[in-house]
Each structure stands twice: as structure tokens, then as C-alpha cells.
């Protein structure tokens, strides 16, 4: 996970670098700074050559480690590759037209990573989704239950749900969400590192949480192997504390 973040700090740091970079570089070619462009070629020829190779390590690591590629990851890949030659070609023959189409994919690209979206719109809290129940009973999955009966979750108060559980099993949910989620989500919910969801906003229900905590999304993985049973429906139950 540790490894996941750090790949994901340096790919957004270089990605913005080469954005600068490269927009200082459309700018001179289109203020006609012919000279200046030349020299700052000459110069960023080896940052170029930088950038580009950090740009595919982490981003191919990280699209290796993607729980499931959306179509809009897709798409980030396929106009990345289609502009970096765009934008090659477009520098090196001082062409102003390429130079500007390839900014303004790269501007797109960047728009949908960070949104998530190819429209650039971030989405709403997610709803809730039907996944089979667990054959295990517990306290948490008591008050999934009561929202399938009728009541939605969002009704169910946060205290009642850390009153279903022990102090131990607060304490230790806690634990590993502090070890395990806090680095992406915060320690209250709403960092968002990375796409990971906002925990405040969330609709998730306790069962899906539960099947992401299992399971993973996204760049988030998949936590079954390292948890018990009752470790994850407790983390689970843990994150409907945080929701506002």
C-alpha cells in the first residue's frame, strides 16, 4: 500500500512538471520566441527524457495495480500515447498547431484523472449496491438488516453503531483503519488521496463497504487475505462512524 502511495505522489508530481514544461514550451513557440525555444529544447532534453520514463513507470504500475480498468482509465492511456508524439513532433518541427492540440489533450487528460470522469465531472456519493449477505451474524451486520427491511442506512445513527460494538473491537477497528486506510482516507474520512473515496459523503452501506474492504477498488486493494472475519466487518463498521 505504502509503495501504491508513493508511486501515486510521484506520477502527479511529474505529470505536472512535464505539463509546466511543456506549456512554457507551446508559449514560446507560439509567441514566435523561435531562439528562446531552441535553447530551452537544448537544455530540458534530458528532463524530457526524465519525465517521459517516470511518467511510464509509475503510470503502468499503477494501471498494474488498478482493481478493475474503468473506461475512462482506458481512455487517459490511449490519448496520453496519442499526444506524447503529437507533442514531440509538434515542438521539434515548430508546428503551433500540434504543439497547441497536444496541450490541450494533455490538459484533458489530466482534467479526467483527476475527476474520474471523461465529462470532468466528479460523481455524487455513491449509492448503495446489492451484494450477497455474509452466512456470519454479527452486531454490524445486525444493522445492515434493519436497513433491509426498509430503513435506510444513513437512518441507522453513528452511535448506535459503535454502541453495537465493544470498546476492544472499537479500539482494535480503529487500529487498523489508522494502519491500513489513513494514509489514503484520512484520519477522518474526507482526504481523498488518490480517488479514495470521501467518507463523509459516502452511501456506501455497511455490506459494501465490507465487499471493498474484501475485495478492493480502484487503486485501493483488496484487504481479505490480511483481516479476519471479524476484523473486516469491524473496519466496516468503523468507517459508518465517520460519515457526517
Known amino acids: 500500500m505504502q509503495a501504491t502511495v508513493a508511486f501515486l505522489h510521484t506520477h502527479v508530481l511529474v505529470v505536472v512538471l512535464f505539463l509546466l514544461l511543456f506549456t512554457f514550451k507551446t508559449v514560446l513557440l507560439l509567441l514566435n520566441k523561435r531562439e528562446t525555444l531552441a535553447k530551452a529544447r537544448n537544455k530540458t532534453k534530458v528532463l524530457d527524457i526524465i519525465f517521459g520514463t517516470l511518467i511510464l513507470i509509475t503510470g503502468g504500475y499503477l494501471l498494474f495495480n488498478y482493481n478493475g480498468v474503468p473506461g475512462w482509465l ?4 490511449v490519448l496520453v500515447l496519442i499526444a506524447i508524439p503529437i507533442g514531440i513532433v509538434g515542438i ?28 470532468m465531472k466528479k460523481p455524487g456519493p455513491v449509492e448503495n449496491a446489492t451484494i450477497s449477505p455474509k452466512a456470519d451474524k454479527t452486531p454490524e451486520t445486525d444493522a445492515v438488516e434493519a436497513s433491509d427491511a426498509g430503513l435506510s442506512e444513513s437512518a441507522v445513527a453513528h452511535e448506535e453503531i459503535v454502541a453495537a460494538m465493544s ?40 455490506k459494501d463497504r465490507l465487499n471493498v474492504i474484501e475485495n478492493g477498488r480502484g487503486l485501493m486493494p483488496a484487504f481479505g487475505s490480511q483481516l479476519s472475519d471479524e476484523e473486516a ?12
Open 167 to 206: 470498546e476492544a473491537q472499537l479500539a482494535n477497528a480503529k487500529a487498523v483503519y489508522t494502519q491500513l486506510c489513513e494514509t489514503c482516507h484520512g484520519a477522518d474520512g474526507a482526504k481523498g488521496l488518490g480517488g479514495a473515496a470521501d467518507l463523509h459523503i459516502s452511501n456506501l452501506s455497511l
Open 233 to 244: 466487518e469491524a473496519l466496516a463498521a468503523y468507517t459508518m462512524t465517520l460519515k457526517k
Open 74 to 77: 482506458i481512455t487517459k492511456v
Open 92 to 119: 521539434k518541427r515548430e508546428n503551433k498547431v500540434m504543439a497547441i492540440l497536444s496541450l490541450l489533450i494533455f490538459l484533458y487528460v489530466y482534467g479526467v484523472a483527476e475527476t474520474k470522469s471523461l465529462t
